[in-house]
Nanobody
Framework: QVQLVESGGGLVQAGGSLRLSCAASGRTISSYAMGWFRQAPGKEREFVTA????????RYADSVKGRFTISRDNAKNTVYLQMNSLKPEDTAVYYC???????????????????WGQGTQVTVSS
């Protein structure tokens, strides 16, 4: 059974930083592209960032470009999201996900992902 477990969320002041982790079990993620999405109250789930299976290619939503960085440590079977210069509008539940197809580039839509974590809350106060 594949499980993705996010951690690292919390409450932070605007301008602060957080690093989210997504630990995978039941699947060796080194062959899979991974992504982060977020959902704020009353809003649709939206793409944040994604990384290719090899870690060479990344994609970012315009709203987080230059502030967030996705990375992966295949030895630890873990993906990270470093979030800097946080803004109140970044407040949301953040989800990591794994693309179903092996050896994919970064994917910006939710459809191709087959496994999702339970989410971790990020709250940015003004």
């Amino acid at each position: 059974q594949v499980q993705l477990v996010e951690s690292g969320g919390g409450l932070v002041q605007a301008g602060g930083s957080l690093r989210l982790s997504c630990a995978a079990s039941g699947r060796t993620i080194s062959s899979y592209a991974m992504g982060w999405f977020r959902q704020a109250p009353g809003k649709e789930r939206e793409f944040v960032t994604a990384i290719s299976w090899g870690g060479v290619t990344t994609r970012y939503a315009d709203s987080v470009k230059g502030r967030f960085t996705i990375s992966r440590d295949n030895a630890k079977n873990t993906v990270y999201l470093q979030m800097n210069s946080l803004k109140p509008e970044d407040t949301a539940v953040y989800y990591c996900a794994s693309v179903a197809q092996r050896f994919s580039g970064p994917v910006v839509t939710p459809g191709p992902y087959d496994y999702w974590g339970q989410g971790t809350q990020v709250t940015v106060s003004s």
